[in-house]
């Protein structure tokens, strides 16, 4: 809106002083104008029920003589409010007279309205130079651009010699290319010159759910988001309330914004994803080698080991992860080793031939089988089935041995190391869950599911744990249409050794199917987890995180 064309209902109070505490309002002055014009306006004193301190007496003129008799805030409240009405809130140190008035409304149950708010002193700490004015007070600025009304700490006249220094300053802004409401709530705000300079980019984005993309003027993906509304959060970069560094310094190379378009959130946060891995913007946290995870490899040889490694072979070894960081696989790893001997050599052992013992075997932590001190089955039975039913069913043995673990360290008093404990069980647990989790849904070649949101439907269809489409039915369409055309048009995807998307895809439409009014509407095999597999453990990986934040 052009600021001819708003309407600015400019007021000012005299009050007893001290803190809002819902009283204390002592005289009202308002005056509302739009384009120069005034449509109406409220002066009036106020009865504050109390005394009234002399500092105040001698600051206005005004004497309890001279209250007595005037109407209670009760009273002046609702034509306050009333004038207050579809306008912009003004006043010069606006946050004091917001407060005294939020106040009140909230002492005698009237809703404040939350209007727009344009502070005079700070609009003009930011329009007028230190050579031009001392300080920024009304009666300095009101001398400065010689309003006919003088400022005299009285509410009415303070108002309106309020209104003359607005449309004085109002007069300064389009020399800072400031002409509507918004622009001008930002500028006094000190939004940076570079979100100025470029808030165009936001201009014609649709308000749809979606991702949007910055694009440099080489054409490069600078930074990749999604919202529910585009051009709203796009809006949101140019303001002051964003002061990321590294996103201003992303805006000043941006060239232009880009939306696609999405039938509705999952499919937003989806493809935001995707996007952030194929072209990992410079300025996306997360896009920081996005593909490059690690995960646990129960090897599949006579003695099998802990390998880490980046990705999951088609073949017989058992799989635990992914993780972002090779130290919170290694974290994983220490507490399969706190729990069982699991050898940690890196060796590929003969079940006929001995090898040099290493120092673990030698202070009895490790079965031996470079000695041949243990059978390849003796071994698969006692150390490599509970690691492998924990990667896959259930990690009762493991929960076991680190819970007596973490007893015998409290009783020992040694309590840093049995919070180290504390930490890989956690670590354990959580991988073992997400994992199971996950893979009920991989499992699965094709699942068709509907959730209603607003009036309509959104509706998606899940291959091997991929999103492989995504639709809305709209109010008056059938959702069994709309999905029919979301199948046909869905992706054909191929399973793969860890699914057919990253663990978080999967992870998002999990969230998205297990929401409670999500309705399954056809699936190609059952979805199932365990029996007694990782999430029975859940209530345990609840305390633990409960104990590891209280310290």
């Known amino acids: 809106m052009e600021l001819h064309e708003v309407t600015f209902t400019v007021v000012d109070l005299e009050t007893t002083g001290g803190a809002p505490d819902g009283g ?14 005034q449509l109406g306006q409220l002066n009036t004193l106020v009865d504050p029920g109390t005394g009234l301190p002399p500092m105040i007496t001698a600051l206005t003129g005004l004497t309890p003589q001279a209250l007595r008799g005037a109407p ?3 009273a002046v409240l609702p034509s306050l409010l009333e004038l207050l009405a579809g306008s912009v809130f003004v006043a010069h140190n606006a946050p004091y007279d917001v407060g005294f008035l939020k106040a009140a409304c909230r002492a005698h ?26 300080d920024r007070k009304l009666a300095t600025l009101a001398r400065h651009f010689g309003t006919s009304v003088q400022p005299r700490h009285r509410a009415f006249d303070d108002a309106l010699a309020t209104v003359e220094v607005l449309h004085a300053l109002i007069g300064r802004l389009a020399g800072h290319g400031v002409y509507t409401l918004r622009d001008t709530v930002e500028f006094v705000k000190a939004v940076h010159p570079v979100q100025r300079r470029k808030r165009s980019l936001a201009e014609g984005l649709p308000h749809r759910p979606g991702v949007y993309l910055f694009r440099g003027a080489d054409h490069k993906v600078l930074y990749v988001g999604t919202s529910g509304d585009i051009q709203t959060r796009v809006r949101s970069y140019f303001t002051a309330a964003e002061r990321r560094g590294r996103i201003r310094e992303m805006l000043g190379a941006a060239d232009r914004v880009e939306a696609v378009e999405c039938a509705h959130a999952l499919e937003a946060q989806v493809r935001e994803l995707r996007l952030i891995e194929a072209h990992r913007p410079p300025y996306n946290r997360r896009s920081r080698d996005p593909g490059r995870v690690w995960w646990l490899k129960l090897t599949d040889e006579a003695y099998p080991r802990l390998s880490m490694v980046r990705t999951v072979a088609a073949d017989r070894a058992t799989y635990l992860g992914p993780y972002r960081t090779r130290r919170a696989a290694e974290t994983v790893a220490t507490a399969v080793y706190d729990a069982v001997p699991l050898r940690q050599c890196t060796a590929r052992l003969s079940p006929r031939r001995p090898s040099t013992a290493c120092a673990l075997a030698e202070l009895g932590r490790c ?13 698969a039975a006692q150390v490599v089935a509970p690691v492998r039913d924990a990667f896959v069913g259930d990690p009762g043995q493991l929960v076991t041995a680190l819970r007596r673990r973490l007893t015998s360290l409290a009783e020992q008093s040694r309590y840093e190391t049995a919070a180290q404990v ?13 994992q199971q989790r996950r893979a009920g849904l991989i499992r699965i070649g094709e699942l068709c599911a509907a959730r209603p949101a607003g009036d309509g439907w959104e509706l998606v269809v899940v291959r091997h744990g991929r999103l492989a489409g995504a639709g809305y039915a709209r109010p008056g369409i059938p959702p069994r249409e709309v999905l029919a055309a979301v199948h046909a048009t869905a992706e054909t995807v191929a399973p793969g050794p860890a699914g057919a998307a990253t663990a978080e895809e999967t992870d998002r439409v999990l969230d998205w199917l297990e929401q409670p009014e999500t309705r399954l509407v056809e699936v190609s095999e059952g979805w199932a987890s365990p029996l007694g597999g990782a999430a029975r453990f859940a209530g345990l990986l609840a305390q633990l995180e409960q104990a590891a934040r209280r310290g």
């Open 24 to 37: 204390g309002i002592v005289e009202v002055g308002a005056v509302k104008v739009r384009g120069g014009a």
């Open 367 to 379: 079965p031996a089988p470079c000695q041949l001190a243990v059978s390849p089955p003796e071994y």
């Open 422 to 434: 504390r930490a890989r069980l956690t670590a354990l647990l959580r991988s073992c869950i997400r």
């Open 109 to 134: 149950d009237y809703r404040w309205p939350a209007p727009v708010v344009v502070d005079t002193a700070a609009l003009a700490r930011r329009v007028l130079h230190a050579d031009e004015v001392p």
């Open 72 to 74: 209670p805030l009760p």
